[in-house]
């Protein structure tokens, strides 16, 4: 009887060693048969699954995506105004190894999304994901239609972007300490803008 793979779990397989070793190696060095081999499969298995190194680019990153949206998901479950977007931003913060990890591909991948359409277009449908949520938690803090609402929106997801940039270009500087510090200061800022309204 022909062995039974299960395509979908084979296909999460290929996406969680691609990305541990984009996030180790570098996205220079990716190869499909030098992959393959790292991941104990023939030359050419991933073939079927991903016919090209642009398409496991863009399941890759999709599915980095959709592991910060689970963590979210899960942390924020409960959680209103200050406390949900406290939490949320703690889920992209690279504060620890595997965010750091994560803050390392999307480095990679904004750089190839510059001049990649498909890479460009799950990145955009992250930001708006991000954004609806983020929108939801701000009315909370600041009421609906505050006129700075927005503007604080957007300020707090460029900071989330520019943290995980920072964490690996700047290191030693932007430690997991340092950028808790950072987002003390942005919640801060929030609170008395806040009071104000």
Request: aromatic share 8%; charged share 30%; hydrophobic share 45%.
């Amino acid at each position: 009887m022909p062995k039974i793979v299960d395509h979908d779990q084979r296909r999460r397989e290929i996406v969680e060693v691609t990305w541990k070793f984009i996030a180790r190696e570098g996205i220079e060095k990716l190869n499909l048969r030098d992959l393959a081999a790292a991941a104990g499969y023939s030359n050419g298995a991933f073939k079927p699954y991903f016919p090209t190194r642009d398409s496991l680019l863009v399941a890759t990153f999709r599915y980095v995506a959709e592991a910060t949206d689970r963590r979210i998901a899960h942390s924020c479950k409960g959680l209103r105004g200050l406390g949900a977007l406290e939490a949320f931003s703690r889920e992209v913060l690279p504060l620890d190894e595997l965010r750091r990890n994560e803050g390392r591909i999307a480095v990679h991948f904004w750089h190839l999304a510059l001049a990649d359409r498909a890479l460009a277009t799950v990145n955009a449908e992250t930001m708006d994901r991000w954004r609806k949520l983020a929108d939801g938690w701000f009315g909370e803090v600041l009421g609906a239609g505050h006129p700075k609402a927005r503007a604080a929106r957007d300020s707090m997801i460029n900071f989330l972007m520019g943290a995980q940039i920072s964490s690996v270009l700047d290191e030693a500087v932007n430690t997991a300490e340092a950028l808790e510090d950072q987002l003390q200061y942005r919640l801060d800022a929030l609170r008395r803008l806040s009071k104000e309204s």
